[in-house]
């Protein structure tokens, strides 16, 4: 599985993994240890790259739109 931008200090050491409890997708940063969970129902086509990679991250604070192609963030 390939790394990604982590969305929070911006490293390439973001990856997922299938929660064994909940089944949800959980994204984690090796580097920072930031951790947010993945609204699998709500991906969608990114408005910047224009591929179907735009995913719904939620952590602790807050909600958003994330690209794992082109690493965009955007507000819900």
């Known amino acids: 599985m390939a790394l990604q931008i982590c969305p929070k200090c911006k490293e390439n050491s973001f990856t997922w ?3 064994g409890k909940s089944h ?3 994204w984690s940063c090796f580097n920072c240890d930031y951790e947010a969970k993945e609204d699998e129902s709500d991906e969608c086509i990114c408005d910047n790259c224009e591929n179907t ?3 719904k991250l939620k952590d602790k604070e807050s909600e958003y739109w994330w690209c794992s192609n082109c ?3 955007s507000d819900i």
């Open 17 to 19: 993994f299938i929660n």
């Open 24 to 26: 949800l997708t959980s």
């Open 53 to 55: 990679t735009k995913k």
């Open 71 to 73: 690493n965009t963030i």
